[in-house]
C-alpha cells in the first residue's frame, strides 16, 4: 500500500515564526503536492513537485516555499507564519508510472495549523 | 480555464437510501480524468472512483457509481444503500491533460440518518 506521512496531526505556531510541514511518501513517486484545504474552498494547490529540485507554483503559492532535497520526501515552508495561513495543509503523492491509468493522488492525514 | 463546480454544501439522506452528489466541471482538454475522494472527521482522503473521458460506460465501484453525462460536463457520485459510515465530505476533483494538477471542488458534507 502506498504510504504518505506528515510529520505533524496538529501544530500551533505564533505569528512570525518560520513553520516547517514534512510529507515522505514510500512509493517512489515522481510527483508530490501540497494543498491547503479551507472550508467552502475545497483543496487549493500551493506547489508541487515533478522530480528532486524541481518545484511549481500552484494556485496560491503566495507565503509559502517549498524544498525537495530527496525523491521522498517534499516539505512546505512558511517563512514568517501570518494568521491567515492557519489551515489544514495536505501532501499528496503520484506517479507517472501508475499502473493504474488515472495517475491518482495519494493523501496524508493532514495537517491542522493553528497560527496565533 | 479548469474548474470543478458542487453545488451543495451539505446534504443529508436516511440510512439505507440512496444519494446523489453532484458534480460538474469545466475544461478545454480532450483527455481528462474525474475522480471522487471521500474525507471522513479524521482527515484523511480516500480514494472513491475514477472515470476517464474515453470511457464509454459509467464507473462503478460496489456501492459507488459515477454517472458520466460529457456533453453536459457533469461527473455526479451516486451512493446506493447509504451507511452511517458515508457520513463524511466528498470531494470532487479533475486531472486535464496536464496530469500533475488537480482541480477540486469546494466540497459537500453528507450526513447519513439512522
Known amino acids: 500500500d502506498v504510504k504518505v506521512t506528515q510529520s505533524s496531526r496538529y501544530l500551533v505556531k505564533r505569528t512570525g515564526e518560520k513553520v516547517f510541514l514534512e510529507c515522505v511518501q514510500d512509493?517512489?513517486?515522481?510527483?508530490m503536492f501540497w494543498y491547503r484545504q479551507d472550508p467552502g474552498l475545497g483543496l487549493r494547490l500551493i506547489y508541487f513537485?515533478?522530480?528532486?529540485?524541481?518545484?511549481e507554483k500552484g494556485d496560491i503559492p503566495e507565503g509559502y516555499s517549498v524544498s525537495r532535497e530527496k525523491k521522498e520526501r517534499f516539505s512546505l515552508i512558511l517563512e514568517s507564519a501570518s494568521t491567515n495561513q492557519t489551515s489544514m495543509y495536505l501532501c499528496?503523492?503520484?506517479?507517472?508510472?501508475?499502473?493504474?491509468?488515472?495517475?491518482?493522488?495519494?493523501f496524508g492525514p493532514g495537517t491542522r495549523l493553528t497560527v496565533t | 480555464a479548469q474548474k470543478i463546480t458542487q453545488t451543495q454544501p451539505g446534504m443529508f439522506v436516511q440510512e439505507k437510501e440512496a444519494v446523489t452528489l453532484d458534480c460538474t466541471y469545466d475544461?478545454?482538454?480532450?483527455?481528462?480524468?474525474l475522480f471522487w475522494y471521500k474525507q471522513p472527521s479524521s482527515g484523511e482522503m480516500i480514494f472513491l472512483i475514477y472515470?476517464?473521458?474515453?470511457?464509454?460506460q459509467n464507473a462503478t465501484e460496489g456501492r459507488y457509481s459515477l454517472n458520466f453525462q460529457k456533453a453536459r460536463k457533469s461527473a455526479n457520485l451516486v451512493i446506493s444503500a447509504s451507511q452511517l459510515g458515508d457520513s463524511a465530505m466528498y470531494f470532487c476533483?479533475?486531472?486535464?491533460?496536464?496530469?500533475?494538477?488537480?482541480?477540486f471542488g469546494s466540497g459537500t458534507k453528507l450526513n447519513v440518518k439512522p
Open positions: 499528496a503523492s503520484s506517479s507517472y508510472r501508475a499502473r493504474r491509468v488515472n495517475y491518482e493522488q495519494y
Open positions: 512509493m517512489d513517486h515522481e510527483n
Open positions: 513537485s515533478y522530480d528532486v529540485k524541481m518545484k
Open positions: 475544461t478545454s482538454d480532450q483527455s481528462y480524468g
Open positions: 472515470q476517464g473521458s474515453y470511457d464509454e
Open positions: 476533483a479533475m486531472r486535464g491533460f496536464n496530469f500533475n494538477k488537480f482541480y
